[in-house]
Nanobody, 115 residues
Framework: QVQLVESGGGLVQDGGSLRLSCAAS????????MGWRRQGPGKQRELVAT???????NYVDSVKGRFTISRDNAKNPVYLQMNSLKPEDTAVYYC?????????WGQGTQVTVSS
């Protein structure tokens, strides 16, 4: 059984920063891909950032240069450093991890950016 638990969300002003963390527990060590998706009010869930076990990262265009994803392969957590936050970044952020063909999801953490 694998569990992903996010933390670090909250309320921040336009231009502020937050750091999201996702801790993974269970029997799997070394997920193929870990990442973050988000779902804003009235929007579909979208990819934010991913990082492979080898350290290759990918970002949606709207966060490039502002967000940084990182992971600790030895302990399974994944982080999302979010700088220069904008009101349009307001969303529930979900951590996910892929092992073979199975995807595991966290419960989500709310990020609200006030203007």
């Amino acid at each position: 059984q694998v569990q992903l638990v996010e933390s670090g969300g909250g309320l921040v002003q336009d231009g502020g920063s937050l750091r999201l963390s996702c801790a993974a527990s269970g029997s799997i060590v070394g997920f193929n891909v870990m990442g973050w998706r988000r779902q804003g009010p009235g929007k579909q869930r979208e990819l934010v950032a991913t990082v492979t076990r080898g350290g290759i990262t990918n970002y949606v265009d709207s966060v490039k240069g502002r967000f940084t994803i990182s992971r600790d392969n030895a302990k399974n957590p994944v982080y999302l450093q979010m700088n220069s936050l904008k009101p349009e970044d307001t969303a529930v952020y979900y951590c996910y991890a892929v092992y073979n063909v199975k995807t595991y999801w966290g419960q989500g953490t709310q990020v609200t950016v006030s203007s």
